[in-house]
């Protein structure tokens, strides 16, 4: 009698760990494309090839996968800026980078995480939100460092120069950056181009230059 080949749990844990990041996949594309409260699990389930209960195996409810799908998104963003920050040599070029990976979370084939944030954002649990500003501080944080040296170096355009107003003047540019760029998912889509056939490429360059000034 041939031997019985069973799967070692190394092998069934990463097949789990596969199915969960498949359903958080297709839950980002299916949120931001339908939007949460018409997305069903039914839908994510079909997109990923499972019964219609599966994805509770996974999760308790929807909202939790939406909790996910955030959290994938503020990971993902967390380590694509640390790793690309490291190349900088600069503070300008950590500025240039800090854009540039931005857009790309926001943009890139598959990056739908952080535009669910934006949109569904009201449709997450108090208790769920805790944890997701946690993470969302942290990628503040790497922001935080670089505004805050680049208004002691008189270098962002409209605010304070010097360490005096930096703390102020660091959230207010931002709020006022990242909102400006957030704001892209509304309307930039770079496989179809804008009606002046921006690439992704050049929208960070001009937001680079709007915020920066020569020193």
């Not at 069934?12 to 594309?29: F, G, I, P």
């Not at 950590?94 to 995480?113: A, M, N, W």
């Not at 170096?153 to 540019?173: C, F, P, S, V």
């Not at 002046?196 to 960070?204: M, P």
């Amino acid at each position: 009698m041939p031997a019985v080949q069973t799967a070692s749990p190394h092998h069934a844990l990463s097949e789990e760990a596969n199915r969960r990041d498949a359903l958080v996949r297709a839950s980002a594309q299916l949120f931001r494309n339908k939007g949460f409260k018409a997305t069903t699990v039914r839908d994510i389930a079909a997109a990923v090839g499972m019964s219609s209960g599966s994805p509770f195996y996974h999760f308790a409810n929807k909202e939790e996968i939406l909790k996910a799908v955030m959290e994938q998104g503020l990971i993902e963003g967390l380590e694509l800026t640390t790793h690309a920050l490291a190349r900088a040599q600069t503070t300008v070029d950590e500025f240039r980078i800090l854009v540039q990976t931005h857009y790309g979370i926001l943009h890139h084939p598959g990056s739908d995480f952080i535009a669910v944030m934006i949109y569904e954002w009201r449709h997450l649990p108090d208790s769920h939100k805790r944890d997701i500003i946690a993470l969302k501080d942290r990628y503040d944080g790497l922001w935080h460092h670089t505004l805050s040296r680049l208004i002691e170096q008189g270098r962002l355009g409209g605010m304070a120069h010097g360490k005096a107003g930096a703390a102020g003047d660091e959230k207010l540019a931002r709020l006022m950056v990242l909102g400006a760029i957030n704001y892209s998912v509304t309307w930039f889509k770079e496989q179809h181009h804008t009606a002046d056939n921006w690439t992704l490429e050049q929208l960070c360059e001009s937001t680079v230059a709007f915020f920066l000034k020569s020193p």
